[in-house]
């Protein structure tokens, strides 16, 4: 059974930070690349960073995380990671791992992934 198990969500101030962490299982994580996407209340869904399966290079960032969103992956732990500093009101939004199979191509932008987590709620207040 493929599971996707985020952790690591809570209640934040502004200014704060916070680690989510992404548990797979069920499926060969370093042949899938894998990202964190979000969903805020009345907005679609949108990729926030994703990565490769090596976990090489930086992969992408949406525009309003950059400088201060951080994906990373242990392929030895099947695990992905998204750092996150300097937290914003609007970054408050519940975050979604996903996995998609071969190469990190538009994983964040265009290309459904294949598995997605049950999500984990982040908040943040003014």
């Known amino acids: 059974e493929v599971q996707l198990v985020e952790s690591g969500g809570g209640l934040v101030q502004a200014g704060g930070s916070l680690r989510l962490s992404c548990q797979a299982s069920g499926f060969t994580f370093d042949d899938y690349a894998i990202g964190w996407f979000r969903q805020a209340p009345g907005k679609e869904r949108e990729g926030v960073s994703c990565l490769s399966r090596s976990g090489s290079g930086s992969g992408y960032s949406t525009d309003s995380v950059k400088g201060r969103f951080t994906i990373s992956r242990d392929n030895a732990k099947n695990t992905v990671y998204l750092q996150m500093n300097s937290l914003k009101p609007e970054d408050t939004a519940v975050y979604y791992c996903?996995?998609?199979?071969?190469?990190?191509?538009?994983?964040?932008?265009?290309?459904?992934?294949?598995?997605w987590g049950q999500g984990t709620q982040v908040t943040v207040s003014s």
């Open positions: 996903a996995a998609k199979a071969g190469p990190l191509s538009r994983l964040c932008v265009l290309d459904p992934p294949d598995y």
